[in-house]
């Protein structure tokens, strides 16, 4: 073994000389055929989330999300650095698989993208945005709630989204003040997502002095929640919150109605689906949920209108994504530079004013004040009942306000039954 | 009020076990399934839990169809329509399965026909969400659940009319296999095989027929296991197979394999448990009542009153170590005979 | 492959063999890299799959004991280095020191699982493993009450990467003028720890050690008959298996920065378990074979299989993800059937496998 690598070494080096050269000359090639006019430059900016697997649909309506933002931009023809820019859109799928996160973050780094908008899931985008943080290469997720992954003390990472300790204290608020629940039970998905939430809302709940007194654990692929319901009956709590999916909590709630428990139920985003009421049949009715941000429904005009014609109904975090595209895009204009290092300080200053409200990020790339909505299932859907802002709750009654397309989303825009059908 | 405290408690452990009972009974039609197989050929059937699985996929599609298509039918003949459409189905997986997969290996080293179980399993799973997408199938809502109260308590425990009919489904179904092994003549040729092969087949029983017919009968009760455990939780996907599979194949080992009684039992007898570990472990091992002497532990117990050691969180994992556990001491199961030879 | 590396009998082709594969060991980094450093973290990832089949491989293929649980080694050795060199429990020590006692760890769990399985038969061990796997993941997912160990699902952020003074393996640098990125330098440290899995696997196969657990392997009664420690023997086939895949774990969670349970599930074993039998059980080549065969396999897929299904048919009627998942399946199911012995099979497994038939 010895002597092959030194008998190699010789080799080796003039090999080396040679794909060296090619890697060299590779960024260039790239960049060549993106001039067609001499005054247009493209900038490339990327998208990644799960475009194939269980949660394909969502990570297709993110990108459709920035799909639409670049289009817009392009048709602007905006000018950056003195020339007008075509913005190009390079969408990777990470599969929702952790381990894919680093590679893909890798492949934009190895194209130069100008920036990222995603990844969907916190468990991918975490192990990515140490790949962006070192490249400098500003990342803005529409999605991804998991506090830690802002707490890293990465520059480049940012979210249009709110964090799992924002949504859990809002809704937790919700049942505390609204609901004037006193003994509250709390069950998760034992998923980073289900038990964050949760734990939050414990948190929360407990502050503001309301019995904590059940908190149990089932996993997402749970059929029987039986015991866990037995177990919390005997407790008697006047609410259960449950951190999960709509796939277990769906029949979590179906199971709960046929132990005869009649509690109110209350779930986080991923349990906000009209799917619900599919799954739990007419037991669904008149739970409560909680999403970040501010409802789909209320979403500016302007954007739901431009994103239905293209593609149809919004999923779930699309505007999120949407605006995450924006502000880089803002951003570079703002710089004058679609140079990561140049314009990145001009993400983290920016005040814009998007689909999904007002937006300014705090040091760390979390979004300031973010809006929390608290629904309802009513009639086999979910309709918006109140809008949580900085502690504060406003209720969303019958009466619409005007409609005001671009305005902070603490100002209501549509009245719910004009929502979208889902 | 100590009395009404000691009844609540009571109806309680009651619902606990009705749970356990009908989430058992479950257990134990698709432990027969694998008990069937073991105990005739000795091969784990890996891919049981995934005929299981399109049996519930197929009765349900059949049932939403049915249902969009308004006929009138009464929900129940839907649901039998569903079975039994779902049972030739399992049936010709099942007897594919056998064919192609462990009939050209019944003579190979035992780790061959194991690998392609896991294999086949695989595909079935990726072949079922090709069919029926990712998303979980709701069954739709035609069988009003009532429940019946146990006790005089109306707010007590309770069982539902679903639970009856899974519960006495099972035992009829039970009740029909053992009349069918012990009974008839494709029985007595059932045990002759598993007994010995070569002298079965030599005094005239087509081994393969009967091999075959094994393997169909243990599908078609998966078909009904499937139907069974997706009306009682309303819900059926691609991925359900695999862990109920795994369960009931614990159930089949604590029972003693290739037994059918012990199945049976065994089945109940991890429902039971499950239900009641998910119950009560995690109230037995509250760090907060256990171990109120520590300081420290009191402290935390203030803000926090339910520190659990153990807690449902661990449910899948009572499954697993109740499997271990008989393994090791006792690896025939309970009702089994000796089935330890060489590895 | 074999014959061509055979040192013995053909000394001047195998040594030229042997300076053409380190060749091409050292050049390709640089190679891939300049078709993009995403395919150098691919290839990565490929080498710990590799480390993992072959310590899988001492277990499956050598001793002959069907494992379903493996993933929980590699599981132990993540978390391992994660608690040792992350600002978790504020422990940052050096990656040579947690590597050796992340494989230490791994290794006593091997041990703590083989022993109460001795007893058992082939098919009802696999389920006991695949049973114990999934026990330990259930653990991580849960040890974060009531004392927080693993942190739960939440898993573990900011690991450290590997360093040796003020070198670290994730910074780019330019050392005579090429340009080293933090894959390519985790690429060599793999390639030289691959190094040494094979030369250990190599020793292992023809010592006393491997005789024994081949003889293990065709007939236990036997090998106790002649008298081999088969209680040993076997525990030692899965300690070392699970040393192998500590290290491997350990190097993966520096690698990625972040650790959670949802990366150790049991698909991860299954797919492990489909690299060996494809390669061949029992044959150290075959298994590296298959290993990277089914690694690059998703990477292939994603740009062959579903551009076709757009030009054929307008949409992507199958994902290249569902396609690998029916790979891996077929794979196992086909192998069994057809070629027992794998693509490269190990001479003795070959007459074992088809004798029998």
Redesign the interface.
Known sequence: ?M???K???S??AA??VT??G??KE?PKKAEAPKAPAEDVVVIKIGHAGPL???I?HLGKDDENGVHLAIDEATAKKLKIGGKTVKFEMMSE?D?AD??M????A??F???KVAGVVGHLNS?VT??AS?VYN?AGIPMISGSAT?P?LT??GFKVVFRTVGRDDQQGPAVAAYMANELKSKRVAIADD???Y???LANEVEKTL?AAGVQ????????D????F???L??I??KNPDAIFYGGMD?TG??ML??AR???MKTTFAFGDGACTSEMS?????ASEGMFCSQAGIPTQMASKAFTDAFAAKYGEVKQYAPFFYDAANILIAAMQKADSADPAKYLPAVAAISFDGATGHVEFDAKGDRKDAEMTIFQMKGGKVEPVAIIKAGKTTKIGGEAPAAAPMAPAAAPMAPAKDAPKK | MPTGQQE??L??FL??MI??LT?GSVYAVVALGYTMVYGIIQLINFAHGEVVMIGAMVAFSVINALVGAHTGLPPLAIVMTGVLVAIPVCMAVGYTLERVAYRPLRSAPRLAPLITAIGLSIVLQNLAMIIWS?N?M?FP?IIT?T?YHVTGNT?GA?I?NVQIAIIVASVLMMGGLLGLVYRTKLGIAMRATSQNQQIAGLMGIDINTVISLTFVIGAGLGAVAGVM?GTY???A?Y??GF?LGLKAFSAAVLGGIGNLAGAMLGGLLLGVI???????V??LTNLCQIASWSDAIATRCA?D??L?LF???Y??VFAFLVLIAVLIFRPSGLLGERVGDRA | MHALLDLKQNPRTA?IG??L???AL??LP??L??????W???TN?AILFVLLSLGLNIVVGFAGLLDLGYIAFYAVGAYTYALLASPHFNLHLPFWIVLPIGAAVACFFGALLGAPTLKLRGDYLAIVTLGFGEIVRIFM??L?QPVNITN????I??IDPFRIGSFSF???ETIA???FT??VKYYYFLIVVL?AVI?INLRLQNSRIGRAWEAIREDEIAARAMGINTRNMKLLAFAMGASFGGVSGGI?AA??????P??FVLVESIMVLSMVVLGGMGNIWGVILGAVLLSFVPEVL?YTVAPAQQALFGR?LI????IRMLLFGLALVLMMLFRPAGILPSALRKRELESRK
């Open positions: 073994m002597i092959t690598r008998l190699g070494l080799l080796v090999a080396l794909t060296y090619c890697s590779e194939t697997g269980g394909a799928d599969q952790p381990k996160g680093p590679t893909i890798q492949k780094v190895d194209a468990g975490i192990p140490a070192q998991n830690k707490e890293q034992a998923t980073a289900g038990e964050g407990k904590v007194i059940a908190r149990e654990k089932t996993n692929k749970a059929t029987d039986k015991a866990i037995t177990k009956k005997g796939a769906g029949p179906k199971q046929e132990l005869g599919k799954l739990a049949g007419p | 609540e408690c109806d309680i619902q606990q749970n356990g989430l990712r979980p709701p809502q659940v429940p707010d309770t539902t455990v939780y309303g819900i996907q991925q359900m862990l499950e239900a009641l570990g998910a119950g009560y995690g109230d803000s009153p339910n659990t807690g449902s969180n449910q899948d | 040594w042997l300076a594969i380190g060749v050292v050049v640089f190679a890299a300049a078709v993009g450093t995403a150098v973290r691919i990832l997912n849960n974060s739960g699902p939440q898993g952020t900011l994730a910074e780019r003028g090429l340009d933090g894959p190094l030369v993966f690698t990625q920065g972040f650790i959670s949802e990366s994603r992507l994902e290249p993800e569902v």
